[in-house]
């Protein structure tokens, strides 16, 4: 997100109750590859890339921008989290503003660490850009990223067809503390 790079970038490693959000290091290349070629991961996104095309394209170091978190239980990455600028969204409503997104591995799910590590993030961002509205994209189908945009305060802005389902667009106000 090019208004993070005035921030200093990466920032501390954010502590959770239970999780660590820091910026990406080689020793996470192997989660990376297992998050983009998994087809659960995967499944409201288009699907999973094929793994060898995957393997060809991640760096040693992925991922290391502005906005870039990986998300850690116990020394090991289970997600990432993903705060950049909505540029050429197909939604006015979002164009302009932070965008959220988040993947997280199969065995991380339904212990609520999406949750914790997605809240301490936008809070992380209230601090760094006071006053930044955020926007959630995802498919109406997903029910848990449906599930957690609700836990995070995100309300809805519109739905809408795209990538053959239908999307749901979402804004969570500024400043607004989920922590």
Not at 46 to 75: I, K, N, Q, T
Not at 110 to 128: H, I, K, Q, R, V
Not at 137 to 149: D, E, F, K, P, V
Request: hydrophobic share 40%.
């Amino acid at each position: 997100m090019e208004d993070l790079e005035l921030t200093v970038w990466p920032p501390e490693p954010i502590r959770t109750e239970r999780l660590v959000l820091r910026a990406p290091e080689a020793r996470d290349r192997a989660a990376f590859i297992e998050l983009l070629s998994s087809p659960e991961v995967n499944a409201y996104l288009g699907g999973p890339r094929p793994r060898d095309e995957v393997e060809r394209e991640v760096p040693e170091v992925p991922a290391r921008w502005p906005g870039s978190f990986v998300v850690e239980l116990d020394g090991a990455m289970i997600g990432q989290i993903l705060l950049r600028r909505a540029t050429g969204h197909r939604r006015p409503a979002a164009a302009g503003k932070a965008d959220l997104g988040y993947l997280f591995l199969p065995r991380a799910w339904g212990s609520g660490y999406a949750t914790e590590a997605c809240a301490a993030a936008l809070d992380w961002l209230d601090d760094a850009l006071p006053g930044e509205p955020v926007v959630l994209t995802t498919q109406s189908a997903n029910a848990a990223s449906m599930r957690l945009a609700a836990k995070l305060g995100f309300t809805e802005v519109e739905r809408f067809e795209a990538w053959d389902a239908e999307q749901w667009l979402g804004v969570r106000s500024p400043s607004r503390r989920t922590g």
